[in-house]
């Protein structure tokens, strides 16, 4: 029988925080990296100033780290997101159903067979997700539609979505927190999929990126200071530091990623090579941290939720 994937949530804990400081001074390799990154997060928390950014990838919420997340913005660890179309893909897939452990290894010709979609060591039940997705999404945006929204930014798209989401996922917790949700790439999933085939239907129905490139342009250029905890790559880690180029650079910059930057990709671009493009301040509290965010970010979030001043 399957095992069902299951969210990591976090509590405050004095042992994960010392821990970590023992990697602080322990020197060595990652480690010291990941006690850096655990650090300079705090301290982007502890910044009144600051408006902390987060980015990451569809493939993490697929994986329990979605809970680490929730726990962020339900914690006031997050000020804005920036993701990627997929993140919308699962957390209401696993907002309807269950994604399961898997392997690596595993034949896909038979994953296929016995009606699943394999995402790493994850398996991706078919019903769960584009059937799933389809059904619920086509008669939500006709509603919408016929309730006068006819042009939505993603923002507004993400905020509307957390009425479908479950107690604990993301887009839900998002919207009962009031954290903005940005998609740059929203047709690239299957959300953005059943929008395209809605969008067939009703030709008069938009989504408006521009109008997100606008509130991410003025959040920007409102904030004092500014710090983002960039994990992985790609569109959504571009859209944070893109921005950020045009008011001086980032404050803070944390970025976790298991890429590499000999291929001039900028999902394994560290963090220094933003400070040549303006991206990041010369003199920002910033480290680069390679490795698996399934396994760094909750020890650093941990850290951050444990070691941070008490909100007001």
Known sequence: MLEKVRDIHLQPSKEVASLVDQMRGAGGFMGRHLAEAAQIYTEMLDDRLCTKFLSFPAALVATGTRGVIVDMIREGMVDVIVTASGTLDH???????????????????KVKKEGYHRLGNVLVPLETYGPAIEKRLQPWLEGKYQSGEKSM???????????????????????EKKVPIFVPGPM????????????????????????????LADITFDSKKSGAL????????????????????LDYACYITTATEYDGSLSGAQVKEAVSWGKVRPKARKTTLIADATVALPLVACYAMTNRKPRP
Do not use: P
């Open 230 to 249: 960039a994990i992985g790559g790609g569109i959504s880690k571009h859209h944070v530091i893109w921005w950020s180029q045009f008011k001086g650079g």
């Open 153 to 175: 930014t993603t923002e507004r798209l993400c905020f509307e979505l957390g009425e479908l989401g479950a107690k604990d996922s993301i887009l839900r917790t998002a919207r």
């Open 188 to 215: 690239d999933g299957a959300v953005g999929s059943q929008i395209w085939l809605f969008a067939n239907r009703r030709s008069d129905f938009r989504v408006d990126v521009i109008g997100d490139e606008k509130r």
């Open 91 to 109: 957390d209401l897939a696993r907002s309807w159903g269950s994604y399961y452990h898997g392997s690596f290894d595993l034949d896909d010709v």
